[in-house]
């Protein structure tokens, strides 16, 4: 009861969130300098040409009808057509965001695993050389950025040490699984094709490490901080005066109550792999909608920028609401509650 | 010390090739080193002490293999494990395929009334036909077209077209098509639609196989514009129509074609991925035969030219042919690799620094002079793309380009003398130039960098803008926006001067792309339309070189080079026909026209991975 | 009994500026500070950093090479004594134009920071002082849609439709990061505000300002330094991406980002790529590292 | 004569800070003897808690350290048992009830899931034992402590509760299995005086129907008065006066305990209390000899030399004071 009301607000606080984002977004895409609709159809096409295209595009009209065709477009799921493939804009999107989705999936997945036998480790063995050593490494793993990470990567097992795939999501030889989910990985396995599933997945790993690196230590580290305050709460201390094992206090007690903390932030951190995927992509030439957000952005396709920023947006509020679900699930004091409101 | 390493590394060498990674970290030691490199030091072992910087090279990459080889111990592992697995799937399944696999700019728009840029051309000509087909002189041949007439004022072609031909779906191709495709391509006017919207008047189909085009005014290279102009399948567009602006034809088959050929080239459309690649399948049945029987089954351009991928795919043996954009450096790397050639050839792609007219500094004209003249022609041929040769306004492969030019030259001193004469010495650093060029292409940076430097010395401050493709395009629209210089690679779109004089030179082509000079020369203007309405081939080139030497004296742009094209390809099992100066077409596209080319997959060496339809 | 002695804490502190306090117990803050070696270094490098951007064209050993140059005899020369870190495909010392990167980097920083921290807080602290008035209601909303998509997402789109160079890119991150520090200080001034300290100034009848400034401003600091220092790697790194994608600093003036994706384009001269690639991640690293001490020197624990 | 179950022989416990170590408990000596209420009874502040947390070794790891002293139980030194010793310890002998019972729950876990837990892994049942009886002991353990409805209890969370019945569920878990020594700190301090009062005749209850020892540890006389057998006054890390209770209220001798004695606001005649004048000394730097002295207005030279000695002035009663030794 208190839960659903607590989504309700979340939710309806998202929906406007993305809301105000689609007119920022509108408002950055249609300051673009030069007519996009001349950008989009080359120096030599003839003036009444470039007259139709702009009223297809509306940009004979006002900005605020603009806006209000342009956001009628995107409600029912029409971007408007790419300036850049000259396609509609949300079949390209259609076609790219799975390979995003699949390649983000898998990050995150190496991101919390690792990040929480890291940070249990180095909180474990407090003040050992594990914990040094772990958190020297996360040291220098949190200062790595994604794209700096992608393009060693490349370098190293592109040229020098040509062992795991560095270009796209299959080899030239495989032909796709056929598309159901669009996660490669995903669909050869449901296909029974095993062939397509371990070349699509020795195509993940470089992208998805690369791209995880970052925020994985990153996480180490807060789970390893949340793990170590907790323990110098005195309900710790109880827990051992009382005799229960130290195993049980350190992976019942101790972990249950310092998750909520790192729930939150890996959620963040999630989103986040959207972005830094921005790069990692373009570097390892990832069919995905953030390769395909900066190829349109750097060619000034502003129906493309539009569309993608809203739906990046859109999936970054997703998760948020995923995580802070999560998180009430997980901490009773929202769960029934008592905190106040978001 | 120094031997005694060389010979270790020499032993780990024989060490290792049995074992199938291994063998890759020496074969990318060979590329890292060029493999004469290792070669003529394991001959050299008797009489040692030779070539000394070449085994410390060895010795250098040899330490960094064995850096990998210890810190990336895991790695290692991993990977060979991964191979165990992979090798056992990566065994051909498939007999292997006659296929051209080649990487191209990206992306490519396939619609014949929307594409203009080089990979959508050379998609085009191999999934399209055209009424004539260009011959490598220039001239045209008979091709759709068996015949034709020209009305004696050159204003009507009638065109008898060839019995018989079949479109990829098995649709006859007849008049009706021929004159569809003519009026789409009017209507839509993008892509290479301009060529026809300037001199098309009407088109008729006269019966199935006669087709009448009248022009506005005559035009001289109207059966060389012809090679662009792709007929299309009337009944599949009309059937494949959608919503769409263009009254009964709604959407004038736009969005089906996007991602669909109806054409009847030798080569159909099999799959396309707008974001990464295209796939065309050889068309069986295709008019004209297929006497060449070594020809691809299936050709893949693959949408990058990033170095590293391009390499790399080279280096896996999944590439055939790559781009013709890739950097010296590159060129040189990939051309040491296995069975690799750099083959170099010209298209008439003329690279050249436009230099705005009507903004200061660059509106005086000894000021252009001086940046003219000291500009470093030399080096950055050099640097820039080798085997490339200097050109004036039109490249010397291009038909109709004056062959008895008088070009600049790099002379630091005449550069001064000039800039005395502008009437901005002395005021210099009140007028820094603004050099665009384009961030798309590494090297041209490098260009920008030697104008850079030797305007500096001379007190000219040069600020060089990165720009991407596309704010470019933005500029150039405006003379008050247009940078002082922009570099700008174009090319000729019908193998004639005519063509690239009218796109660059003329006022109707200020504020595209084509021309940042904003030259607005009403006398140049006057010329280029009389050479163009000239039918006599001879007086027409005539009156092109004419053309050229005025622009010479008028110095609105740094002619810098006609760009050589060059492309690395795999030498052991392509025949690449422009490999051999005396195949080259000088209209582009058709250097990659597939029904010429010749695979032997069985030849292939290794490195090579079959490719799998 | 620790909830009731925690609000008399609060007053000692409202009392003495942090800055004050600062200087007052330096041996004490550097004690803090330096219990953890690694803060240590991190104060090396990011000096070390500061310091060589500074006296750049004094220290590098070529320094015209920042500048307009080329030289294609010494091209793609691997590192040696006369090029530490080798020579590019122009043949510019990288080493040198590494060393001049840094001041971009850091000139955007603190530009960077310099616009949104200022705004940021201001924001947060009209916020959470007005707290559940339109203004508040309206600020947060705002600050809520800024942060509802990942700043590199809109830092990329806004530096693209601006032009190309050092000074748009700035702006365009300056757009995307104030949101942070207008929630970060909402949060510390909505539950200072409530502090008895604060309420006791509100009864002696203090002016808003003073109120703002002087009790509820000094409480939400130490947070916002600490932000401050880490963010200054996280700038540099985003600065660093937006030149990955050209759309940076323009050539020749060296920018990390710019390098490194330079040195993608000569795959043969791993040198151009790694070392450009390392100067980035020892910059972010020590400006973590260094913040890190910061933390442990300036939050005020209990017991 | 009663044996002794627990014995503190001159603990020392140091914190450390900045700028090296706050010698917090310097010296102390304590003695439970089986079935005894002892009475550990200073100001806040001075140490009591932590002579409380050292004696199951629950003293967050790192910052305290022990240099010297022996913490006898049942004759046996805690400081030198293993591991394991220590776990039987906490698990069986020992029952700690703490001051802050928000603080000692934790806020992610039911109260069933912690006293669950409790009982689960306390010796009182070794063999593994199924949830039901689980169950059952800790609803006896509840009912124990007379809190309403403890089968719905078992679902709720600490926030749901208020601070009397979470203080009853901490007694009610350290009680929820037979214990030898109960330690209280400040049991129902944070709550206010009725409820404390409850908590305290509960506590007593317990302890007199199990026939436990208890260690209880508080700021107020009064309450040591009502529960205790025995009081040990300390100040400042240092136990300065001990003796049977009514003895101790009788005469107490060290100047503190008349100080302390003073300030407890007298129902009956007596007027205003008349409290200590000055504060808990720096423990950074403690004031030489008797820790006491700068406060103290007997404080003579001696004082100031070396800390006194605790020395019996009459049965069970010792002062650590040289007023006592003229």
């Given at each position: 009861m208190k839960l659903s009301s607590f989504l309700f607000k979340r939710l309806l606080h998202s929906i406007f969130v993305v809301f105000g984002l689609s007119i920022v977004i509108f408002i950055i895409a249609r300051?673009?300098?030069?007519d996009p609709a001349r950008l989009a159809l080359g120096?030599?096409?003839p003036e009444e040409v470039v007259q139709r295209l702009r009223q297809e595009m509306y940009l004979d009209k006002p900005l605020p009808e603009q806006y209000f065709y342009w956001i009628k477009g995107v409600l029912s799921g029409d971007f408007g057509?790419?300036?850049?493939?000259?396609?509609?804009v949300s079949v390209d999107i259609k076609e790219s965001f799975p390979a995003t989705m699949e390649l983000v999936i898998f990050a995150g997945i190496l991101m919390v695993i690792f990040a929480i036998l890291l940070g249990i480790l180095a909180a474990r063995y407090k003040d050992t050389w594990v914990d040094n050593l772990i958190r020297t490494l996360s040291y220098f793993g949190v200062a790595i950025p994604s794209f700096v990470a992608a393009i060693v990567f490349m370098l190293l097992f592109g040229?020098?040490?040509?062992?795991?795939?560095?270009?796209?999501?299959?080899?030239?030889?495989i032909s796709p699984p056929t598309?159901?989910?669009?996660?490669f990985t995903l669909d050869s396995l449901i296909k029974g094709n095993f062939v397509a599933f371990w070349d699509a997945f020795k195509h993940l790993i470089l992208p998805s490490v690369a791209l995880s690196l970052g925020p994985l230590f990153q996480e180490a580290r807060i789970v390893r901080s949340s793990m170590v305050e907790n323990m110098h709460k005195e309900f710790l201390e109880a827990e051992r005066g009382y005799g229960i094992p130290e195993r049980v206090i350190m992976f019942k007690y101790l972990f249950k109550s310092s998750l909520i903390p790192m729930v939150s932030v890996m959620g963040l951190d999630l989103a986040a792999l959207f972005s830094a995927a921005f790069l990692v992509e373009m570097v390892f030439n990832w069919p995905g909608i953030s390769r395909y957000g900066t190829l349109v952005m750097l060619n000034k396709d502003l129906n493309g920028i539009s569309a993608v920023t809203i739906v990046l947006g859109a999936v970054f509020v997703i998760v948020n609401i995923i995580v802070d679900i999560i998180v009430a699930l997980l901490d009773p004091r929202i769960r029934l509650g008592t905190n106040r409101g978001i | 010390m120094d031997i005694w390493t060389a010979s270790k590394n020499r032993r780990s060498i024989r060490k290792f090739t049995d074992d199938p990674v291994e063998n890759k970290v020496l074969k990318n030691l060979i590329l890292e080193v060029g493999k004469e490199g290792i070669m003529r030091d394991l001959s050299d072992r008797e009489k040692s002490k030779k070539s000394n910087n070449l085994r410390r090279k060895v010795m250098k990459t040899s330490k960094f293999v064995r850096f990998l080889r210890n810190g990336l111990f895991l790695v290692l592992v991993a990977s060979l494990v991964l191979n165990l697995v992979g090798c056992r799937q990566q065994t051909?399944?498939?007999?292997e395929v006659k296929v051209i696999r080649n990487t191209t700019s990206w992306?490519?728009?396939?619609d014949p009334a929307v594409g203009s840029d080089g990979t959508s051309t050379l998609i085009l000509c191999n999934m399209y036909d055209t009424l004539v087909f260009p011959n490598v002189d220039g001239s045209v041949k008979p091709w759709l077209a068996k015949s034709w007439e020209i009305s004696a004022d050159g204003l009507t072609y009638t065109f008898d077209l060839v019995q018989g031909?079949?479109?990829?779906?098995g649709d006859e191709l007849t008049a009706e098509d021929v004159a569809f495709s003519l009026q789409r391509i009017l209507t839509i006017g993008?892509?290479?639609g301009y060529l026809f919207t300037t001199s098309v008047k009407e088109v008729k189909a006269l019966d199935t196989h006669k087709v009448q085009i009248t022009l506005k005014q005559p035009f001289g290279p109207f059966l060389g514009e012809l090679v662009r102009l792709y007929i299309v399948n009337k009944k599949q567009v009309m059937a494949n129509l959608q919503p769409g602006?263009?009254?009964?034809?709604?959407d004038y088959g736009m969005g089906w074609l996007a991602t669909n050929d109806a054409g009847s080239g030798p080569y159909k459309i099999k799959?396309?991925?707008?974001m990464a690649y295209l796939v065309m399948e050889k068309f069986?049945?295709?008019?004209?035969?297929?006497?060449?029987?070594?020809?691809?089954?299936y050709v893949k351009e693959i949408g990058t030219v990033e170095p590293a991928t391009v390499r790399t795919l080279m280096s896996l043996g999944e590439l055939e042919i790559t781009d013709d954009c890739q950097s010296v450096e590159n060129l040189a790397t990939l051309g040491k690799l296995p069975n690799v050639d750099v083959s170099s050839h010209f298209e008439g792609l003329v690279v050249n620094i436009e230099l705005?007219?009507?903004?200061?500094?660059?509106?005086d004209i000894h000021f252009r002079k001086a940046l003219a003249y000291l500009t470093d022609y030399e080096k950055i041929l050099a640097n820039f793309i080798l085997g490339s040769h200097r050109s004036g306004?039109?490249?010397?492969?291009?038909?109709?380009?004056?062959?008895?030019l008088t070009l600049y030259t790099f002379d630091m001193a005449k550069a001064e003398a000039e800039l005395k004469q502008s009437r901005y010495y002395g005021k210099l650093n009140q007028y820094p130039v603004e050099l665009g060029i384009s961030a798309?292409?590494?090297?041209q940076e490098k260009v920008g960098l030697i104008i850079q430097a030797n305007a500096n010395k001379l007190g000219i401050k040069v600020n060089v803008v990165k720009l991407p493709w596309i704010s470019i395009v933005a500029a150039l629209a405006k003379p008050e926006t247009t940078p002082n210089a922009i570099l700008i690679a174009d090319a000729p779109?019908?193998?004639?001067a005519g063509s690239l004089l009218q796109a660059r030179y003329t006022?109707?082509?200020?504020?595209?792309?084509?021309?940042?000079?904003?030259?607005?020369?009403p006398e140049i203007d006057a010329m280029v339309a009389d050479a163009l309405a000239t039918i006599d081939q001879k007086a027409r080139f005539q009156k092109y070189y004419a053309i050229q030497e005025k622009l010479v004296e008028l110095?609105?742009?740094?002619?810098?080079m006609e760009c050589a094209v060059k492309r690395a390809y795999r030498s052991d099992y392509v025949v690449y026909p422009a490999a051999d100066p005396a195949n080259?077409?000088?209209?582009?596209g058709y250097n990659m026209y597939y029904r010429d080319y010749k695979v032997f997959p069985?030849?292939?060496?290794?490195p090579y991975t079959p490719f799998v339809p | 009994m620790r909830n009731s002695n925690q609000p008399n804490n609060s007053i000692a502190i409202s009392l003495v500026r942090p800055k004050s306090i600062f200087w007052h117990n330096l041996g004490k803050n550097w004690y803090k500070f330096s219990r953890n070696p690694l803060s240590i270094i991190g104060l090396v490098i990011v000096l070390a950093i500061i310091i060589s951007a500074i006296f750049a064209p004094w220290i590098?050993?070529?320094?015209?090479?920042?500048?307009p140059f080329v030289d294609f005899?010494?091209?793609?020369?691997?590192?040696?004594?006369?090029?530490l870190c080798g020579t590019d495909n122009i043949g510019r010392d990288i080493f040198s134009r590494i060393i001049f990167a840094f001041r971009d980097a850091l000139i955007m920083a603190v530009v960077v920071l310099a616009l949104a921290v200022p705004l940021g807080v201001l924001l947060g602290l009209i916020a959470g002082q007005l707290q559940s008035t339109w203004i508040d209601i309206v600020i947060m909303r705002i600050t809520d849609v800024f942060l509802g998509i990942p700043s590199l997402i809109l830092a990329l789109a806004i530096a693209v439709v601006l032009k190309p160079n050092l000074m748009n890119a700035m702006i365009a991150i300056s757009i995307t990061w104030w949101p942070w520090y207008t929630r970060l200080v909402y949060g510390m001034a909505s539950s200072v505000r409530n502090e008895y300290f604060v309420i006791a100034a509100d009864l002696t009848g203090a002016s808003k300002f003073h109120i703002l400034f002087r009790e509820i401003l000094p409480n939400c600091l130490s947070p916002v330094f600490t932000k401050i220092a880490l963010d200054v790697g996280w700038v540099i790194l985003i600065g660093a991406a937006l030149g990955f994608l050209g759309?940076?600093?323009?050539?020749?003036?060296?920018a990390l980002g710019q390098m490194v994706s330079d040195g993608a384009n000569n795959i043969t001269f791993w040198w151009m790529t790694i070392f450009p690639s390392i100067a980035i991640v020892l910059a972010v690293m020590g400006f973590n590292l260094m913040s890190d001490g910061l933390r442990d020197m300036l939050e005020t624990r209990m017991e | 004569m009663e044996n002794i179950l627990l014995n503190i022989k001159d603990l020392h416990i140091w914190y450390r800070v900045y700028g090296g170590?706050?010698?917090?408990?310097?010296s102390v000596y304590l003695m439970v003897r089986e079935g005894e209420r002892v009475g550990l009874v200073g100001e806040?502040?001075?140490?009591k808690t932590t002579v409380m947390k050292s004696i199951p070794q629950i003293?967050?790891?790192?910052?305290?350290?022990?240099p010297k002293g022996e913490i006898y139980y049942k004759g046996k030194d805690i400081l030198k048992m293993n591991f394991s010793e220590i776990q039987r310890l906490r698990s069986r002998e020992i029952a700690m009830i703490f001051q802050d019972p928000t603080a000692a729950?934790?806020?992610?876990?039911t109260i069933g899931t912690q006293i669950g837990d409790v009982i689960r892994y306390?010796?009182?049942?070794?063999e593994n034992v199924h949830q039901e009886k689980i169950k059952m002991l800790s609803i006896k353990a509840l009912k124990e402590v007379s809190l309403p409805d403890p089968e719905r209890m078992l679902v709720n969370?600490?926030?749901?509760?208020?601070g009397g019945m979470k203080q009853r569920v901490c007694i009610a878990m350290s009680t929820s299995s037979p214990r030898n020594l109960i330690i209280a700190d400040e049991?129902?301090?944070?709550?206010?005086v009725t409820i404390q009062d409850q908590i305290m005749r509960l506590l007593n209850e317990i302890v007199k129907k199990r026939k436990t020892s208890l260690l209880l540890i508080t700021h107020s006389l009064g309450v040591a008065k009502e529960m205790t057998d025995r009081i040990y006054i300390m100040y400042a890390g240092t136990i300065v006066e001990t003796a049977l209770t009514k003895d101790l209220f009788q005469n107490p001798v060290h100047p503190y305990t008349k100080g302390l004695l003073a300030s407890?606001?007298?129902?009956?005649?007596?007027?205003i209390a008349r409290g200590i004048p000055g504060r808990i000394p720096?423990?950074?730097?403690?004031?030489?000899?008797?820790?006491f002295q700068p406060r103290?207005?007997?404080?003579?030279?001696?004082?100031?030399e070396n800390p006194p000695q605790l020395i019996?002035?009459?049965?069970d009663h010792f002062v650590a004071c040289y007023l006592t030794q003229r």
């Open positions: 300051v673009i300098p030069g120096p030599r096409a057509r790419s300036l850049y493939t000259k396609r509609a040229s020098y040490w040509p062992i795991l795939p560095v270009l796209g999501r299959l080899s030239p030889g598309r159901i989910t669009g996660l | 051909p399944t498939v007999a992306p490519c728009y396939i031909v079949k479109f990829h779906n993008q892509g290479y602006s263009y009254g009964e034809f709604k799959e396309l991925n707008t069986g049945d295709f008019w004209a035969g297929w006497e060449n029987k070594d020809a691809p089954q705005n007219t009507k903004k200061a500094p660059t509106d306004p039109v490249g010397p492969a291009t038909p109709g380009s004056d062959p008895n798309d292409v590494s090297d779109s019908y193998a004639e006022s109707k082509s200020c504020g595209t792309w084509e021309q940042g000079e904003w030259l607005q020369n110095c609105p742009t740094i002619w810098l080259v077409n000088p209209v582009t069985e030849k292939a060496q290794k | 590098t050993p070529y320094p015209e090479h920042a500048g005899k010494s091209a793609g020369q691997p590192p040696s004594l006369q090029h759309l940076g600093a323009q050539p020749p003036t060296p | 170590y706050l010698k917090i408990i310097n806040s502040g001075c140490g003293l967050p790891p790192g910052d305290f350290l022990i729950l934790n806020p992610v876990f306390s010796a009182a049942l070794e969370y600490p926030f749901q509760l208020s049991p129902g301090t944070s709550l206010d407890v606001p007298r129902l009956s005649g007596g007027g720096d423990y950074l730097n403690p004031p030489q000899g008797c820790r103290c207005e007997y404080a003579t030279s001696s004082c100031t019996e002035v009459e049965k």
